[in-house]
């Protein structure tokens, strides 16, 4: 039998990242094809360097959409379970920015926005030129 600790565990943070990823992901995938049909214009084919940009811009564009929230899911998974000091979202925004102050919510901003250009601009390029190579 799974205890309830376990189960509580392995689920917490749950509602944090599911409202952080349902509302980053619909703007991850628009802002890509707004960069994209702007960068591409009538042209079918894109350059790979216009997709690896619109890519980037999709990933920095979306994490700073949603990266207080991560910040706090973040905050909740890692609390305790025998002795929690956030009863959830909202408790957990609320101790976060009394106690540090409002820029606690955007500690590791910059990494976050260096690495997710990099990463979504890859990810975007071999998709695109995946689905191209797969559609001759």
């Excluded at 009538?42 to 360097?49: L, V």
């Excluded at 500690?107 to 990810?123: E, K, Y």
Aim: hydrophobic share 40%.
């Amino acid at each position: 039998i799974v205890s309830r600790a376990w189960r509580t565990g392995v689920y917490k943070g749950m509602g944090a990242t599911l409202l952080r990823d349902s509302f980053s992901y619909g703007v991850y995938f628009s802002v890509y094809e707004i960069f994209k049909r702007r960068l591409q214009g009538d042209d079918p084919d894109a350059h790979p360097i216009a997709m690896f940009f619109a890519g980037g811009m999709a990933g920095v564009i979306s994490w700073l959409t949603i990266y207080p929230v991560d910040v706090i899911k973040s905050r909740i998974q890692e609390d305790s379970l025998s002795k929690p000091k956030y009863s959830g979202l909202v408790d957990c925004f609320k101790k976060s920015v009394h106690s540090e102050g409002w820029r606690v919510l955007f500690r590791g901003l910059s990494p976050t926005m260096l690495r997710t250009f990099i990463v979504s601009g890859a990810n975007f390029l071999v998709y695109e030129l995946a689905s191209k190579s797969m559609s001759l």
